[in-house]
T-cell receptor, first 117, second 111 residues
Framework: EAGVAQSPRYKIIEKRQSVAFWCNPI?????LYWYQQILGQGPKLLIQ????????DSQLPKDRFSAERLKGVDSTLKIQPAKLEDSAVYLC???????????????FGPGTRLLVL | SQQGEEDPQALSIQEGENATMNCSYK?????LQWYRQNSGRGLVHLIL???NEREKHSGRLRVTLDTSKKSSSLLITASRAADTASYFC???????????WGAGTKLIIKP
């Protein structure tokens, strides 16, 4: 079974530039998550999708971050314009279903390491 | 906000020794999960323990859960160099579906 795929693996940009990350979840997984992980910290949830609908985006800085999940499969996360403090690893994860209403096992991609100069 | 707090923040032991990491949390939970993150890689799920379970094993891993103390421990027996990683606990609150993450314990296994 293929895991969660993410690209690119690394990205270096200058502040005020834009950047986009792509994620392909495990086949059949209804729920997709984007996390931001700053060095030395645990992951911080940015946005959660159930199929192609947004379940929670309360911690997404909507003035600069946007995300979409067209057709309920692949997802993209965009930052425009980037700030220095956006330097972090962006992790995508998927889980099978959330109809149970309880947190389930999440499967993570390798992440995209972003450096904003 | 982060609910889980791992203790210690960092741990360095000799290969072959056992490693114990602890996690404390604040609100009632449905389940608690442990994940491992190797340097430069994504997170890998290790084990999930539900609130009605007290102990769970998986290979060299042993997880305990004490809901009265709101704490969990992860024991890795007979550690290997490949166990060097950061270990995170994540709690699934009883009230919703999100995982709440701690800041992790950095484990170093010395050869």
């Amino acid at each position: 079974e293929a895991g969660v795929a993410q690209s690119p693996r690394y990205k270096i940009i200058e502040k005020r530039q834009s950047v986009a990350f792509w994620c392909n979840p495990i086949s059949g997984h209804a729920t997709l998550y984007w996390y931001q992980q700053i060095l030395g910290q645990g992951p911080k949830l940015l946005i959660q999708f159930q199929n192609n609908g947004v379940v929670d985006d309360s911690q997404l800085p909507k003035d600069r971050f946007s995300a979409e999940r067209l057709k309920g499969v692949d997802s993209t996360l965009k930052i425009q314009p980037a700030k220095l403090e956006d330097s972090a690893v962006y992790l995508c994860a998927s889980s099978l279903d959330r109809t149970s209403g309880r947190a389930e096992t999440q499967y993570f991609g390798p992440g995209t390491r972003l450096l904003v100069l | 906000s982060q609910q889980g707090e791992e203790d210690p923040q960092a741990l360095s032991i000799q290969e072959g020794e056992n490693a114990t990491m602890n996690c404390s949390y604040k609100t009632s939970i449905n389940n608690l999960q442990w994940y491992r993150q190797n340097s430069g890689r994504g997170l890998v799920h290790l084990i999930l323990i539900r609130s009605n379970e007290r102990e769970k094993h998986s290979g060299r891993l042993r997880v305990t859960l004490d809901t009265s103390k709101k704490s969990s421990s992860l024991l890795i027996t007979a550690s290997r160099a490949a166990d060097t990683a950061s270990y995170f606990c994540a709690t699934g609150p009883d009230s919703n579906y999100q995982l709440i993450w701690g800041a992790g314990t950095k484990l170093i296994i010395k050869p």
